[in-house]
């Protein structure tokens, strides 16, 4: 018998069945344990919400709270969510609850039952929007009931709208799906949008942005490859490489040792997906090109549905050494996030961008388990955006 009514337990529904059960399971509701609902491994069209808990219920206890925590920024981003949310941030359970109606992915997550959620109306955030850009405020800060959003940028997922007069931004307030993601625009910003649409034009996978500078305020709308087109938008689910493995965002970069893109590749060969291992090895290169630093494994994801697995849009491509550059031109005597000039994971022997050879990318490919020809075929495409990265990011 399922309870709707405990506190402490919450539903995870995905295109409105009920899929399974978050159950908080200490007092300061740090650990989770979930479980299917027959009515989703039954429906026909139940799939596990994740690689790392699958039907059987065979797996380690941390996982499910692992999960659920990579759906949540960290650090001050994540007290200020808590603080929002009247919840401590350690509080998983009460983060959810708040947040939880709109994620990454296909989940809507709630107190109770689905049906007796109440419908509401959206919130028009425009002007609010530029109010906090004017007054260089976090837009994430905007009041009104938000989504779970992972990552350290500033951002807000909206439902967005763009016309002769300007854009409609709206935050939905019951469980409708958000449309876009917002970063208000900067720097980095400019260097996200560059590095998406270089990557595009090498024939990545990637999800459409644009900078739009309408209504007295400029901002990234970025779509959200997770949700389908409007008018009738609908969920995709999908997560990251630490939900996939089971582990935390702590250990998404490779000095936790945890991960790196060997066990990445045995991963993806362990559950047959293994052809999208080229297209990982091509992004690492296009990476390694542009000098990004910070291509840790919450920036890569799957795409999970009945029919399959597959690899999502590759998203927040940046090139920190450009940033970096830009910051010691401007005296600010730091570097992107605090980081140095390493990978986030160790590509062949190179541990740091200015290090990488060829060499290093071919060694890099045979660990992933490719063949000599395909590895050429990563050298003969990706390094001919290389005149063109240089241009658009001024590096010498």
């Known amino acids: 018998m399922i309870d709707f009514g405990t506190p402490d337990i919450l539903n995870v529904y995905i295109d409105g069945t009920h899929v399974g059960i978050i159950e ?10 979930f479980r299917y609902t027959d009515e989703w491994k039954l429906s026909g069209k139940g799939f596990p919400i994740s690689l790392s808990m ?19 920024p960290e650090d001050n981003i994540l007290e200020r969510m808590a603080d929002e949310a009247n919840v401590k941030p350690y509080d998983l359970t009460g983060l959810l609850r708040a947040y939880g109606r709109d994620c990454a992915g296909a989940m809507v997550i709630v107190e109770g039952s689905l049906e007796d959620l109440p419908s509401a109306e959206p919130i028009d955030v425009t002007d609010r929007l530029a109010k906090a850009i004017e007054q260089c405020e976090p837009i994430s800060t905007i009041p009104g009931r938000k989504a779970a959003l992972a990552g350290q940028q500033d951002k807000l997922a909206v439902i967005f709208s763009h016309g002769a007069d300007g854009p409609t931004i709206l935050l939905p307030q019951d469980c409708r799906p958000t449309t876009h993601i917002l970063k208000p625009y900067g720097a980095f910003c400019l260097n996200e949008l560059i ?11 990637v999800p459409k942005g644009e900078l739009f500078a309408s209504y007295g305020f400029e901002i990234l709308a970025t779509e959200r490859y997770d949700r389908t087109k409007e008018p009738d938008s609908r969920r995709i689910h999908q997560e990251d490489f630490c939900q996939a493995l089971g582990f ?3 250990v998404r970069y490779g000095h936790s040792r945890l991960i790196d893109y060997r066990v990445i590749a045995d991963f993806f060969r362990h559950h047959k997906f ?28 799957l795409l999970l549905s009945s029919k399959g697995v597959a690899l999502a849009p590759f998203y927040d491509l940046c090139s920190t050494t450009a940033y970096n550059m830009m910051l010691q031109s401007e005296g600010e005597g730091e570097t992107f996030a605090g980081f140095d000039e390493s990978f986030a994971f160790p590509i062949g022997k190179a541990n740091y961008i200015e290090s990488i050879t060829d060499n290093d990318l071919c060694d890099f490919a045979h660990t992933m388990g490719l063949s000599p020809n395909k590895n050429g075929h ?19």
């Open 195 to 205: 590095c998406n649409r270089l990557a595009a034009a090498c024939g990545f996978n």
């Open 24 to 33: 908080s399971i200490n007092e300061k509701h740090t650990s989770l344990t």
């Open 274 to 301: 293994d052809a999208y291992l080229i297209d990982i090895v091509r992004i690492v290169a296009f990476n390694a090109i542009v000098g990004n630093g910070d291509a840790h494994a919450k920036n890569f994801s």
């Open 248 to 250: 935390s965002s702590n």
């Open 54 to 72: 699958p039907f059987n219920g065979d797996f380690p206890a941390r996982v499910p709270t692992n999960f659920f925590s990579n759906l949540f």
């Open 378 to 396: 990563i050298t003969s495409t990706v390094p001919l955006s290389w005149p063109f990265v240089q241009r658009a990011l001024q590096i010498p």
